[in-house]
């Protein structure tokens, strides 16, 4: 039986208009909006929606999420597209919204791809949203700082949708199989893991992916991996992500940018990608590198892994391959000293040995009268009134008194900081 026909030759639907999430218990992955405590559900119980512009990814429910508050609400939806509405489509949606409002009932106007209207387009909304007359729900792929004017922006509040996990993704493609039509499929759990990392956090395209895997398997018991892979005519690239392949190439890639090989740690980049891990995974272990390898000798790695992270959570994959290849390149480039990780391994040695040591008497503060009488922050020096702001006084608990854990190298800006080092050593010696 083909499940994506039917006898009454109804229009075709995709599955993932199909099964169109219609309120928020069924909509997945953008918890910070539509969890217990999110703002959109506190608007919604308490009817309180104001215009509003969702930024963010494809696939990610802007869409759903506006028609499911128009049907909680019970608003009138109207839907424009920025492609093919033109002021003509605009003015005739807002008599609409008018009727509405003389019978009491609020009009919201869904705008996708909202940051393709002209500057004349967007203005004909402005006095609408001003007095009440429609509600503007906006939807952008686009900063939309650079690509909806300010009076519009002004009106209305500025929502992220975050690029979908892999484990949203999967429950969302577990939900088909609780339909009627779907029950007795059977696939393997391994089948949505595969097709959740294909598809990049996007759930449309993760949808109509199961939808041709199911439609090109029909009368099979079970679809399997091999099934899956026949389905897409391609390679599949998986890999457990806790096994070993998956500590491999990370190992490979950390120690590659160690070794300022930059073609390298791109190739084991590359692989990971394209085996489907999660870009956010690596561009943490990015992070970490930034710091345990380089540190000090360029701060600005810290600065770069971190913009790394932050775009490929917002625009996923694929487009943040080459985000996190910028950062890998950059890291892979700049000057190697592994002093800070050394100097905590150091220190936390140390501090596992003495945890009930006491913190020197001149480095507390006298709270209270007793603490004074106590001698709490007796003998304390006030560095900025000092020379060089800097006190002759000892900060580590007697027992570890000049034990030194940072030292620094004379790689990169390291070598600024060792010769200040040894500026201070020496002048709290004197």
């Known amino acids: 039986m083909d499940l994506f026909s039917n006898q009454d030759l109804e229009v075709y ?256 980049l590359a692989r990971m990608l394209e085996s489907g891990e999660d870009p956010l995974y690596i561009a943490r272990r990015l992070i970490r590198f930034a710091s345990e390898d380089i540190g000090l000798a360029k701060p600005q790695a810290l600065q770069q892994a971190i913009c790394a992270y932050e775009a490929s959570n917002f625009i996923g994959m694929p487009e943040c391959n080459v985000n996190l290849a910028q950062a890998v390149v950059y890291l892979s480039m700049c000057p190697k000293s592994n002093s800070l990780y050394v100097a905590y391994e150091k220190a936390k040695k140390d501090a596992q040995e003495t945890l009930d040591e006491q913190v020197p008497y001149h480095l507390r503060n006298a709270v209270t009268n007793l603490d004074e009488q106590l001698g709490y922050g007796k003998g304390y020096i006030y560095a900025h009134d000092e020379q060089n702001k800097i006190a002759k006084m000892t900060c580590l608990p007697e027992k570890l008194k000049n034990h030194h854990y940072y030292q620094p190298t004379t790689s990169g800006n390291e070598a600024m900081i060792k010769e200040k080092m040894d500026q201070i050593h020496a002048y709290k010696n004197s």
């Open 13 to 268: 639907q995709p599955l993932a208009e199909k099964l169109r999430p219609t309120n928020l218990d069924e909509f997945y992955g953008q918890d910070h909006l539509t969890g217990q405590n999110g703002v959109i559900r506190k608007m919604i119980e308490t009817d309180t929606i104001t215009s509003m512009i969702f930024w963010g990814p494809p696939g990610v429910g802007k869409t759903t999420l506006a028609k499911i508050i128009a049907k909680e609400t019970n608003s009138s939806f109207r839907e424009l597209s920025a492609v093919t509405s033109g002021v003509k489509e605009i003015k005739e949606l807002i008599e609409i919204a008018k009727f509405n409002q003389m019978n009491g009932q609020k009009t919201i106007v869904f705008v996708d791809e909202i940051h393709r209207f002209n500057k004349a387009q967007q203005d004909a909304f402005l006095p609408y949203v001003e007095n009440g007359t429609i509600i503007l729900i906006g939807a952008t792929t686009e900063n939309p700082s650079f690509e909806v004017n300010n009076a519009l922006l002004s009106r209305a509040k500025v929502y992220v949708l975050e690029t979908l996990s892999k484990q949203a993704l999967i429950e969302i493609l577990h939900r088909v199989f609780t339909y009627s039509d779907y029950q007795k499929i059977k696939i393997d759990d391994e089948c949505l893991e595969i097709i959740a990392y294909q598809s990049h956090g996007d759930a449309r395209v993760a949808l109509n992916t199961l939808e041709n895997v199911i439609n090109f398997n029909q009368g099979k018991a079970k679809i399997t991996k091999q099934d899956l892979q026949s389905s897409l005519n391609s390679k599949i690239f998986l890999y457990d992500k806790k096994g070993e392949e998956h500590y491999n190439l990370i190992s490979a890639l950390h120690k590659s940018m160690r070794n300022s090989d930059a073609d390298a740690a791109l190739y084991y």
